[in-house]
């Protein structure tokens, strides 16, 4: 075998290692097939091919009842596992830009506080909330199950304003800045691109509640 042909097998095996969990049927078929290809370098132009596998995110897919208990108790545990001290941070930055408030020096600056603030309250009290919610025992699957699908239509439901506020929290801490946003363009355009990937970020989560909603409301109706 030559270099060419094992780099190519070598970059599909990444491939599939790196692939997210929806994605690894996928990902092993194309690096089954690029034992066929012929020709060296025309297998070497297949596996770097097969790459666009890493660029999409996709769950495991959830095809039976004993799928949808894995995936709950995974979740589960998850939950039991965070410290969780996100919300600790965020009202830290809450804190902070309200102390900013009061030491502003014009209108656009208290306006870039108060917006910051704002978009840090709608945060922490969702994380905090989400933090006192109490994780069934793992012995009892359906009230686990139906723990999961609550969490997920909650995603759901708040991935707009999620949104909203992230809008809101950049915004506000762009106007933040002393001497005002145009002082600072190249802070200006890392929240400009943070935005554009927070928005992406919320739609692509949003579809994939979604349908990972629409598959635990079939498993449901099926088990009833």
């Known amino acids: 075998m030559t270099y060419i042909r094992r780099l190519a097998l070598k970059i599909s095996d990444t491939v599939v290692d790196y692939a997210s969990p929806g994605c690894k049927e996928w990902a092993e078929a194309l690096a089954r097939e690029v034992t066929f290809v012929e020709g060296d370098w025309a297998a070497l132009g297949w596996a770097l091919g097969s790459a ?15 799928d949808l208990s894995s995936a709950a108790q995974k979740f589960a545990e998850a939950k039991l596992n965070n410290p969780n001290v996100a919300w600790i941070a965020t009202f830290g930055w809450l804190f902070f830009y309200a102390v900013r408030f009061f030491g502003a020096r014009n209108w656009p600056e208290r306006t870039g506080c108060s917006l ?32 999961y699908r609550a969490a997920l239509e909650r995603m759901h439901r708040s991935s707009g304003w999620s949104t909203v506020s992230v809008a809101t929290l950049l915004l506000g801490q762009m106007l933040a800045q002393r001497g005002g946003f145009r002082t600072h363009p190249y802070w200006d355009a890392v929240y400009g691109l943070i935005w554009v990937g927070a928005v992406l970020l919320f739609l692509l989560v949003r579809r994939i509640n979604r349908r990972r909603l629409e598959q635990v409301d079939v498993l449901l109706a099926e088990k009833a």
């Open 52 to 66: 666009r596998v890493l660029f999409h995110y996709r769950q495991a897919p959830i095809r039976s009842f004993a």
């Open 116 to 147: 910051a603030a704002l978009g840090f309250l709608y945060f922490g009290i969702f994380v905090l909330i989400d933090y006192r919610l109490k994780v069934p025992p793992s012995d009892d699957i359906i009230t686990l199950i139906q723990f």
